[in-house]
Structures are given as structure tokens and as C-alpha cells.
């Protein structure tokens, strides 16, 4: 499931709902995840997509939010590598403060990433201050004014704020983590192509002592892996800086080979902190953006309508049909059945594709091991073999609307010769409940009764389902 089936869905609720009992059948087809209401959206939107016209809309989302993305993406690595050549310029005068990079890697990863918590738990609301104050919100807003193609299709798409705050918040943490990368590689460039003294510095009063437990509280994810690349005491001492003048302390300019070790600190400092717990937060983003897109996609209009329709029988048998629905026992056949059993050893269906027979049984509450349809498009020679395995009890289905022909005679005097019992039940529409008019059970009762076959025999009535009248109430 990704955000092209959303928006194809969004879609197709529009322009292409598809009948009552294609959607039924479809369910049936795919019984097995009727428990699992979005796979069920997913194969329904699968099966309808080739009805869209081209170009699809989710294509032309897709698009804008690769370009999109990826423009961004490229603006914030650039922005993190030129953000730290600019923290790590060493003009050879005085040395590069490590505080202030800290900060870049430490602090402002630690306290963004604290609010895209707060903005994941508000994601649900439609103004979430949290999420729209993110530079990604704003950055796509200022791009959408440079000169491109006009998408007209694009503004009517209303997305759930749910999924847009999401989106939002999924691209973000993608932005931070190129950002950081562009400091790591301006950080690792800058060590190998310049010789850098780093020092510390701050206002506050904080003796090396401190700034050592302060530093290897900080290292807790790689000082037992990598001890190395821990300053120690000794460099800290070494590499504090107190601006007096224009001119270095003469302990530091004495020690300058050594103040570039700050190099392995910043560079984990920046690993851990800005790459590797940004990465977590992306991974994060992308489960809540999954989860999101679930909830869109069920609560999308339309999708309660169309679930209810795949797992819902057409008809529910409650009660008998009132006396003036079904033929009077005067009828023009001798042989007729009130109901239906329910199972039989073969169904078949004239003229009818192999998804209404499944709706037919699945409305009739009718179990068979094999259904086939019969007449219309099939050859004689497949007709021919289908009856041959029609041994047993048969429930054939017929419109009832459509006068028996010739062929059909034909083909159920065949038929006669190989099944023990034939049960011809006329359908009727599915506006009416698949029910036969009455004047059309006398047509197909006068039709039998020129057979003279005791082996077939008329369904009175369509279904075990409730009247018309009970039916149009209830609708």
C-alpha cells in the first residue's frame, strides 16, 4: 500500500463506484481477506485503475513529490555542507571554537527532534502548529512560486490533514538527515584538506573538569567501543581558550599538533547525534506515515460504502415472500420446488460470467464445489464438455427476463441425459432483489412443461429473501 492507491482510490470513489454485484463479487473472489478491510480496498482499486484516464492523478503526485523532494533534499545537504565549512573556517589566528559546531550536531538535532515528538502526537489535527512550522512545510511553500508547469489537477486534490501532516513530518526528518550529512562530509573535508586547531570557549564559568564529564556523558553510545575519540582531560585543558587581546596563550601555541584530535569527537558526536538518531526519527515517521495512510484510505468517502458492499450479501434470507410474488400452485408446470437446498453437486448460469454466478450462490446461500457458465459466448464443444460433468443435482440459473431459445432447449435436453435433477431457478434483477416478475415464472413454467422431462424442475420463487415491499423499506 503506498499513496499512489490512496489517491487512485480518491479517485475512483468519484468517477467509478462500480455496480453492487461486481463489488460482491470481488469480495468473494478474495474471501480470504475479508477480515482485512484495506488489502480489500487495495485489490478493488487495483482491479478499477485501468478505468481512469491517463495521466493518472496519483502519477502526476508522484511526480511533483519526487521533483519536489528531491529538490528540497538537494538545497538541505548543500545548506549542511556550506553551514560547516562556515563553523569550521580556520584562518590560522585563533582556532575553531568546538561549542558552536556541539551546538550544530548536539543541541539542535536533540531539541528539533524533541518536537517532531510532539508534532507526531498533534499530527491528527488539522492546524498542528508543531507541524507547520516545519522548514520543510515552509520550504515547498516558497518553491511553488518559482516558474513550473501549472498542475490544475493537483489543487482540486483535498488530502487528509492526517496524511499531509505525515508527509510533512516524514520529509523533514529526511531534510535534517541531509543536512547532517552535509556537515559530516564539510567536517571530514575540512580535517583532510586543512590543518584545523580546535579550542573551547564559553562565557561560563566551567572549569575542564566539567567540560570533560560533560563531554563523555555525551560519548555514552561509543566511549567503551571507541575511547579514543573521547577528548581527554589533558586536551581539554590544553585547548581552552580565553580571548585577552589579539594573541594565543603560549600553552596552547605550544600544543597545537594536538588540538586537532577534537576532530574524531565532532565526527561521532555528529554520526551518533545528527545522522544515526535523525535516521530513527525518519524510520519512526515512516511507520506513523504507514499508519496514517490505513486510517486515510478507510475513512476516505465512499470506502465504508464500497467495504460493505464486497462483504454483504445482495439478499438476506429472513423471511418467506408474500403469495403475490410466487407463482399460484395453478401454475403451468407440474413439477416446482418452494426453496432451495443448500448445497448442490453443480450450479451452472446461461449467459452469465463466472463472477455473477458467484453473487448468485453467494445471495441464494447456496454451497456447490464447481460452477460454470453456460450458452452465450461458449462454443458447442465447450458447452458439450461442461455437461458431461454435470452428474447429480443441478441448480441452473437463468435470466428471467430473456424468453428460453433454441438453444437453450437444446442445451438443457443435454442435460437431462447426464444430471439426476435439474432445479432451473429464473433470476431477476439485482434492483429487485434478483426476484422474477410472475408473468415471467408462467413464460418459463409454459416453456418446461413442452419439455416433459421429470428430471427438471421449477423454482417457484427466485430466493428465500423478504418481499418487495419489506425490500423498498428497507432500502
Known amino acids: 500500500m503506498n499513496l499512489k492507491t490512496y489517491i487512485n482510490l480518491y479517485e475512483l470513489v468519484k468517477t467509478h463506484k462500480g455496480t453492487r454485484e461486481e463489488n460482491r463479487a470481488l469480495g468473494l473472489e478474495y474471501e480470504k481477506i475479508k477480515n482485512e478491510p484495506v488489502k480489500q480496498l487495495e485489490v478493488w482499486t487495483k482491479k478499477h485503475t485501468p478505468t481512469l484516464g491517463k495521466p493518472l492523478l496519483s502519477d502526476t503526485f508522484s511526480t511533483y513529490l519526487y521533483g519536489m523532494t528531491l529538490t528540497l533534499v538537494i538545497i538541505a545537504f548543500f545548506l549542511g555542507f556550506f553551514s560547516g565549512v562556515g563553523l569550521l573556517s580556520y584562518s590560522g589566528h585563533e582556532p575553531v571554537n568546538v561549542i558552536y559546531y556541539m551546538a550544530m550536531v548536539v543541541l539542535l538535532p536533540l531539541a528539533t527532534m524533541t518536537l517532531t515528538l510532539f508534532s507526531m502526537f498533534r499530527a491528527n489535527a488539522s ?190 434470507t429472513s423471511a418467506t415472500v408474500e403469495k403475490k410474488n410466487v407463482v399460484p400452485q395453478g401454475s403451468h408446470t407440474m413439477q416446482e420446488v418452494e426453496d432451495l437446498d443448500g448445497s448442490y453437486d453443480r450450479t451452472l448460469g446461461w449467459a452469465m460470467s463466472s463472477d455473477e454466478l458467484r453473487v448468485l450462490n453467494d445471495s441464494m446461500q447456496v454451497i456447490t464445489p464447481m460452477a460454470f457458465d453456460v450458452g452465450g459466448a461458449n462454443s458447442l464443444d465447450e458447452d458439450s464438455e461442461i455437461i458431461s460433468k454435470c452428474q447429480g443435482e443441478v441448480l441452473f440459473y437463468v435470466k428471467s427476463w430473456e424468453p428460453p431459445t433454441m438453444d437453450f432447449i437444446d442445451f438443457l435436453e443435454d442435460l437431462t441425459r447426464v444430471a439426476d435433477k435439474v432445479i432451473l431457478a429464473p433470476v431477476g434483477t439485482v434492483e429487485d432483489a434478483y ?31 423478504l418481499s418487495r415491499e419489506s425490500l423498498n423499506a428497507e432500502s
Request: proline letters at 4%; glycine letters at 4%; aromatic letters at 12%.
Open 435 to 465: 426476484l422474477p416478475k410472475i408473468k415471467e415464472l408462467e413464460m418459463w413454467g409454459r416453456k418446461l412443461q413442452q419439455i416433459s422431462s421429470d428430471k427438471v424442475w421449477l423454482k417457484r420463487s427466485s430466493v428465500k429473501t
Open 127 to 316: 492546524q498542528s502548529l508543531l507541524v507547520h512550522i516545519s522548514p520543510a512545510f515552509w520550504m515547498e511553500k516558497m518553491l511553488r512560486f518559482l516558474p513550473q508547469k501549472a498542475q490544475s489537477s493537483l489543487q482540486e486534490l483535498k488530502i487528509n490533514p492526517l496524511l499531509s501532516n505525515w508527509l510533512i513530518i516524514k520529509r523533514s526528518q529526511l531534510l535534517a538527515l541531509m543536512f547532517s550529512l552535509g556537515l559530516l562530509v564539510a567536517l571530514l573535508g575540512m580535517v583532510i584538506t586543512k590543518d584545523i586547531a580546535f579550542a573551547w570557549s564559553t562565557t561560563l564559568q566551567v572549569s575542564p573538569n566539567e567540560f570533560h564529564s560533560l563531554l563523555h556523558t555525551l560519548a555514552f553510545a561509543w566511549r567503551d567501543i571507541f575511547p579514543w575519540a573521547v577528548p581527554s582531560v589533558e586536551l581539554i585543558e590544553q585547548s581552552q581558550y580565553f580571548r585577552l587581546g589579539e594573541k594565543l596563550d603560549t600553552q596552547m601555541i605550544q600544543n597545537a599538533s594536538k588540538l586537532g584530535e577534537w576532530w574524531k569527537f565532532l565526527a561521532f558526536a555528529t554520526l551518533f547525534y545528527a545522522i544515526l538518531l535523525r535516521f530513527g526519527m525518519w524510520i519512526l515517521s515512516m511507520f506513523g506515515f504507514k499508519k496514517a495512510l490505513k486510517r486515510s484510505l478507510l475513512s476516505l468517502e465512499g470506502a465504508s460504502i464500497l467495504l460493505r458492499e464486497m462483504n454483504e450479501p445482495i439478499i438476506t
